[in-house]
């Protein structure tokens, strides 16, 4: 190879030979290094470089797959929360259908114990009037008993005389149809 360059260099001219004997260039080494450097270039590229190339596509599909997920869980979100209103409108209704089911029902509550409270008082001065009757009745029976008796009494002592038993049975009807006058 350095016979390669040498002739290289001899064909190109003097011109190119005189600036490179200007600048010190030595050929062999020149080329020995342009071959190192080019071995350490393809070290580095099959080494690190595709390595450190190969993160950086995972890396990005990484951050694209995660971009994708971020939009996915946002669109899950909004459906979550369509669903929660959803369901909190349907809850609300349900709610106040269940609290006019209650209105209702304690208001048939009310009116059956109203209607229940009305008869029992309607019973209670039913009996009363009933009592009160038979206590007026009982006493009419006592007066008519004691109006008689005196009767009986005063006029025995008007008379003057006793009376027989026809005489006070006799008075006592008569008392009794005079009091029912």
């Not at 004997?21 to 071959?35: E, M, N, Y």
């Not at 669903?83 to 106040?96: D, H, I, L, P, S």
């Not at 008689?148 to 006793?162: D, E, Q």
Request: charged content about 25%; overall charge neutral; some cysteine.
């Amino acid at each position: 190879m350095y016979v390669l360059a040498m002739q290289t260099v001899a064909e190109s001219g003097g011109q190119v030979g005189r600036i490179a004997s200007t600048f010190g260039v030595d050929w062999p080494h020149l080329l020995a290094q342009t071959v190192s450097f080019g071995i350490v270039c393809v070290v580095l590229y099959f080494a690190a470089y595709g390595p450190i190339l190969r993160m950086l596509n995972a890396r990005r599909e990484q951050i694209a797959s995660g971009l994708a997920n971020a939009e996915k869980i946002k669109a899950e979100l909004a459906r979550i929360d369509l669903e929660r209103q959803v369901v909190m409108r349907k809850a609300g209704a349900e709610g106040k259908q269940l609290i006019e089911e209650a209105r209702a029902a304690a208001a048939r509550v009310h009116a059956d114990e109203t209607q229940k409270a009305t008869a029992a008082a309607e019973q209670i001065i039913l009996r009363a009037h009933e009592a009160t009757e038979r206590e007026r009745a009982r006493m009419l029976a006592e007066v008519k008993g004691e109006v008689g008796r005196l009767v009986i009494a005063t006029t025995a002592s008007v008379t003057g005389k006793i009376l027989t038993a026809e005489d006070h049975l006799r008075l006592a009807e008569e008392t009794a149809h005079q009091l029912a006058i």
